[in-house]
């Protein structure tokens, strides 16, 4: 799958995880876990792989990717807040539609602007290949927030990889049932 099918499906994954928390489905708290997770890797991914191919190539490339990497931060600093929050507290719920905003709004950004750019700009063998990086990034990527480390290359590469270990390794430990 080409990068745009790859960042849609995440964008489409996330918002059917939001409608969840808005329909009462699920366990609350474990659906809060998986946006928290999935929200991560995704900005992660994206910072990793798709920001750095759109500043090179893209004519505006640095001025949406400042602009989308703003809105992570954004998502990053309220991500925080509801990673491992008591799911029935009213300041989550309050987090969780601020998250749902931004959320919104850089979906909005990303799809109108960046990738029909991105659609135009790189050929399909180009996509394809950015695709592939995205989901082989997937695997190495932090799981949690870490609206402190860069987020730009090369450094977020390395904090990425720090990151995402240390992270690996604390899902580890809250998934071993305790004694």
Known sequence: MDVI????????????????????????????????????????VEELVVYPAARRRLADGDAIVAADLHEHQALKRVLVRLDGADAESSETATHLQEAKRLVVEHVQHEETI???QVSSEFDEDE???????????????PTHPHPHAPNTPPLNAIADAVAALLDKTRDAFHRAPQK
């Open 127 to 141: 996509r394809a290949e950015l695709g592939d990086l995205f989901v082989k990034a997937k695997e190495h990527a």
């Open 114 to 116: 960046l990738l029909p």
């Open 5 to 44: 099918t790859q960042v849609t499906a995440d964008h489409r994954a996330v918002e059917a995880l939001f409608a969840d928390l808005d329909a009462g489905r699920g366990d609350r708290a474990e659906v809060i876990r998986v946006i928290v997770r999935e929200l991560s890797l995704h900005a992660g």
